[in-house]
């Protein structure tokens, strides 16, 4: 249906024309950008006006607000995000034209493959604070690199740079198995887990995928799995690559040895094949983020970058956007916000909130999806058992339709003592009734729920 008899690689040639649709976007933006460097004629459509779509004008590409057939344009071809329908009236409109459409994961994997090195960071959780890290590491070393991270990174003050070194590195999503148009000369698999089960069918689906991707690296690539998820290396097995593993519980490749708290903070020797390659002080916290740094240092390994870059870049990042982000200080309550949205992530988030010296943690979610809700309930009610206090907002839908009749309010009637909040301003009003000081109020969810959280500071009087 979408009219391409010529891979996209054909039309990404100065001179060409190229619509993007959703152009204001984390990952569109920074491809009409790349685009834009590389001689092609870019336009775009966005819903609402952003910093972004300022941005984008300022380079001279022109940006229509809301989506429109005439948006169009001459344009000789169009790129789309997964999230774009193909009711999209410009969607319609191209295929009506005959203009042919491709995904952004296919722009993205056309682009990678004039790098020498295409490090792709993919699993269900941890995607954006390793890539994060990959890309200080990469920057310590001077390596001048291209990235594209599905949040926001302080050191870039967005989420992506256009670099000219020889190496890209991207987080790699798996939802609609985008990450199979991408070219990985490096292939991270963090962690496999039950995840967008509104498109894949049971974990051993995900798993598949997660396979795929992984024979996608060539021959003279490196395959990193961790060796402490069972369902990344369940995903690895069977490939005729060798695999270069990461892990504390498990034997690895590369680990970490002598690991002590500064301050509540991981330090540890990086140590590959037994013998130390870096030694590293964290300034973020929790079991995750040690295994996170040993991914990123994997990667730098396998493609030569000295421990000394690893030591300087790790020792410089703070986090990523809305990843344990500190937001400030209400009535003596420190403020946070996490992008955690899964159970395995809630997991991690609260274990490590619960150490952190706190006299309550208090937890103001916001599931995301009703069919993740639904499919993980179970587990998601578990986790949130673990705050000391729940405040649940209404599921954010995000591309979809409530059809299962689902809400929030059920998982709050199995969770002792939680509050169920239909609005954000009635969050914002539950967490100002609750805090104390000595708390610690964590915003949570991959939605908007880091509004309740400003809207809470922005009142503090």
């Not at 990123?296 to 956007?321: D, K």
């Not at 400030?328 to 909130?353: I, N, R, S």
């Amino acid at each position: 249906m979408m009219n391409n008899p010529n891979p996209i690689r054909d039309y990404l040639v100065p001179g060409k024309q190229v619509h993007l649709v959703g152009i204001g976007g984390v990952s569109m933006c920074p491809l009409a950008e790349v685009l834009h460097g590389k001689g092609l004629l870019v336009q775009g459509s966005d819903m609402t006006e952003s910093d972004t779509v300022k941005h984008l004008r300022s380079l001279g590409i022109p940006v229509a607000i809301g989506h429109n057939a005439e948006n169009l344009g001459d344009c000789d071809f169009v790129v789309r995000t997964a999230a774009v329908h193909d009711s999209n009236p410009e969607i319609a409109g191209a295929v009506a034209r005959g203009i042919p459409v491709y995904e952004r994961a296919q722009a993205w994997g056309a682009l990678m493959q004039h790098y020498p090195n295409a490090l792709c960071v993919s699993g269900t959780h941890g995607k954006t604070t390793t890539t994060s890290m990959c890309t200080h590491i990469f920057m310590a070393a001077q390596a001048d690199p291209t990235v594209m991270i599905g949040g926001t990174l302080p050191l870039l003050h967005s989420g992506y740079r256009v670099g000219h070194g020889d190496t890209i590195i991207l987080e790699s999503c798996e939802y609609c198995n985008s990450f199979l148009s991408f070219y990985p000369t490096v292939a991270v698999i963090l962690n496999v887990e039950e995840d967008h089960l509104d498109f894949f069918k049971d974990l051993n689906d995900i798993e598949r995928s997660f396979h795929r991707f992984a024979e996608l690296v060539p021959p003279a690539g490196h395959i990193i799995v961790n060796a402490d998820n069972q369902g990344a290396v369940d995903s690895a097995a069977g490939l005729e690559h060798p695999v270069f593993t990461f892990g504390l519980d498990h034997p690895a490749d590369c680990t970490a040895a002598n690991l002590t708290d500064v301050d509540g903070a991981p330090s540890f020797d990086v140590v590959v094949k037994g013998e130390k390659y870096a030694h590293v002080t964290l300034h973020v916290y929790g079991h995750h983020n040690v295994l996170n740094a040993l991914a990123a240092a994997s990667a730098a390994y396998v493609l030569g970058i000295p421990g000394s870059a690893v030591e300087e870049g790790l020792a410089a990042f703070t986090g990523a956007g809305r990843r344990f982000e500190h937001k400030g200080t209400y009535h003596g309550a420190e403020v946070y916000d996490d992008y955690a949205h899964h159970p395995d992530e809630l997991h991690a988030l609260l274990t490590t909130a619960k150490t952190l010296g706190y006299q309550r943690v208090i937890v103001a979610f916001q599931p995301h999806t009703y069919t993740r809700t639904a499919k993980l309930f179970d587990h998601f009610v578990e986790e949130l058992k673990l705050a000391d206090v729940a405040i649940l907002a209404e599921i954010y839908a995000a591309r979809e339709q409530n059809t299962l009749g689902i809400s929030s309010a059920d998982l709050c009637r199995n969770i002792p003592g939680s509050v169920y909040c239909s609005t954000l301003d009635k969050v914002t009003d539950q967490l100002r009734k609750t805090a104390r000081p000595g708390d610690l109020i964590l915003t949570v969810g991959a939605g908007d729920i880091y509004r309740a959280g400003e809207k809470l500071l922005a009142k503090d009087d």
